[in-house]
């Protein structure tokens, strides 16, 4: 059974930062691209960030980019999102989500996702 549990969500003040962690189970994450969404109230999911299993390629949302960073650790079977700089408008839930297919990724459809962790931003 697939499944994807995220941690390290939490409160932080604007300036702050905060690592999410995202733990696999049921397949080989090394076999799979994965990725970060988010979705804040009244909004639309958003594609935050994702690395490719082919070659490692990441790929950032406009508004997190240089800011976040997507890294994954195979060996640990441990994905990652280190969250710098955050701002009020990055509160949201963060879900880590996985796919075979890169293309799905990028269509914001992978098949596997978890429950998603909440990250808020304020002083």
């Known amino acids: 059974q697939v499944k994807l549990v995220e941690s390290g969500g939490g409160l932080v003040q604007p300036g702050g930062s905060l690592r999410l962690t995202c733990a696999p189970s049921g397949f080989r994450l090394d076999d799979y691209s994965i990725a970060w969404f988010r979705q804040a109230p009244g909004k639309e999911r958003e594609g935050v960030a994702c690395?490719?299993?082919?070659?490692?390629?990441?790929l950032y949302g406009a508004s997190v980019k240089g800011r976040f960073t997507i890294s994954r650790d195979n060996s640990k079977k441990l994905m990652f999102l280190q969250m710098n700089s955050l701002e009020p408008e990055d509160t949201a839930v963060y879900y880590c989500?996985?796919?075979?297919?890169?293309?799905?990724?990028?269509?914001?459809?992978?098949?596997?996702w978890g429950q998603g962790t909440q990250v808020t931003v304020s002083s």
């Open positions: 989500a996985s796919d075979r297919y890169w293309n799905n990724i990028l269509e914001a459809r992978p098949t596997n």
């Open positions: 690395i490719s299993e082919k070659d490692g390629r990441t």
